[in-house]
């Protein structure tokens, strides 16, 4: 460390580390869930393999599945601070 307590230049200190860490695994599981709602929706939706395009069903079928579960989603992460301080709370 230089003067001041200051990680040398290049390098993280320690709390940027974790912080960067904590940006890396939300990033990932960001796109695991993505990957998991294309499959699951797509799944659901898209049966026609016929024709290169999706038909107006399945389209609105998708949306409907991918909004539904953004919503699902939006709704369990304002809940999860909650729960998460009930269960610190018992600790």
Same mark, same amino acid.
Do not use: C, Y
């Given at each position: 460390?230089?003067?001041?307590?200051?990680?040398?230049q290049g390098?993280?200190?320690p709390a940027q580390a974790r912080d960067q860490e904590l940006q890396i /695994? &939300?990033?990932?599981? /960001? &796109?695991?869930?993505?990957?998991?709602t294309v499959k699951t929706c797509f799944s659901e939706c898209v049966n026609d393999f016929n024709s290169a395009k999706m038909t107006d069903s399945e389209q609105g079928c998708l949306d409907a599945c991918i909004r539904r579960t953004m919503n699902v989603q939006t709704e369990l992460d304002?809940?999860?601070?909650q729960i998460d301080s009930k269960?610190?709370?018992?600790q």
């Open positions: 460390m230089n003067r001041g307590g200051a990680p040398p390098r993280l200190s /695994m &939300q990033f990932k599981e /960001m &796109q695991a869930f993505v990957t998991r304002s809940l999860f601070p269960f610190k709370d018992q």
